[in-house]
């Protein structure tokens, strides 16, 4: 055990982690104020729309309901051919077998928020067996929270070994880890969890569960992505970037794009590596696509 722990440590002092919360702060003011106005483009907001996360999350989730919501997204493709589908459609593990088995677009992905989401407060066991039953109904990708309780309390060693235990979980699926950074408060905390769950095997790091505020912000996305390219610079390993909770208008989605744009470069600008998880952004970016509004999902 003690031994896993000094490999953890190693692995953080590799990183710059004694961040100033003012300094990124006022970083993130000055993206803004620079540089969002020349991404405000059809362009970009059309890649934006290619890179929602369509998500139900909610507790009236039925199988008629994800089943109707799927085919919105196979309907979408036949009334806007014109326009990128979404990347994927997230939901509860237990719809994984519907969505798969209602999706027809080719290249939309299949997300499901496993192991006790949105909390982590399960029994290893319980939260494995969810995560290989959603691989099994079809799930292509894998949402997991970080066992934050762990994490603040100091036991980098443990919420480790769960993400990695998770991962084995996923097998060949992809797996995002969700940080929640509402709870980690500090740049300092959002800088070591995002290191130790690329560390411990994640594909993607993602903001927010979206059910506990502050959810995503400009500056937790900011020093997320700093983690990310100094991983990357170190490792060679490329790191997908998932903001998600509170992006209520298109202004927001810009807002990370360019953060993304800024701090990771055009390489991360991608369906695949840059995703946007939100259930009310899709109607917002084809609404200004169309110039009318639209209520499509």
Known sequence: MEKQQS???????????DLDDTQVKEAVRNIIATKVAENDTAEV???LMGSVEL???????????????????N?????????????????????ARVVSQTLEVEGVEVACVSGSFP????????????????????ATEIDI???VGKFLAG???????????????????????????????????????????????????????????PA?????????????????????????FKPAGGLNTVMDALIYYTIVKEVLGPQWLTNRWFRLGTSRLANLLLSELTGQETKFF
């Open 75 to 95: 309907q979408f493709e036949a009334d806007y051919p014109d326009l990128p589908h979404v990347a994927t459609i997230c939901v509860y593990p237990c719809f």
């Open 216 to 240: 995503a912000t400009p500056e937790a996305a900011y020093v997320m992505c700093q983690a990310i390219r100094e991983y990357y610079d170190r490792t060679g390993i490329q790191i997908g």
């Open 155 to 213: 036991d980098l060693e443990g919420a480790s070994e769960d993400i990695q235990e998770m991962k084995q979980a996923c097998g060949e699926v992809p797996m995002k880890v969700i940080l929640e950074t509402g709870c980690l408060k500090t740049a300092r905390n959002i800088k070591t969890a995002s290191i130790l769950a690329m560390y411990s095997g994640a594909d993607y790091i993602k903001t927010s569960t979206g059910k506990l505020e």
């Open 45 to 47: 907001k059309r890649f």
């Open 55 to 73: 998500t139900t999350l909610k507790t009236t989730d039925s199988e008629e309901s994800v089943m109707a919501f799927t085919e919105r997204v």
């Open 7 to 17: 490999k953890i440590d190693e692995a953080l002092a590799q990183y710059r982690l």
């Open 119 to 138: 909390s982590s407060q399960a029994r290893m066991e319980v939260k494995v067996a969810e995560t290989a039953l959603a691989v099994q109904d079809g």
């Open 145 to 147: 929270v970080m066992p």
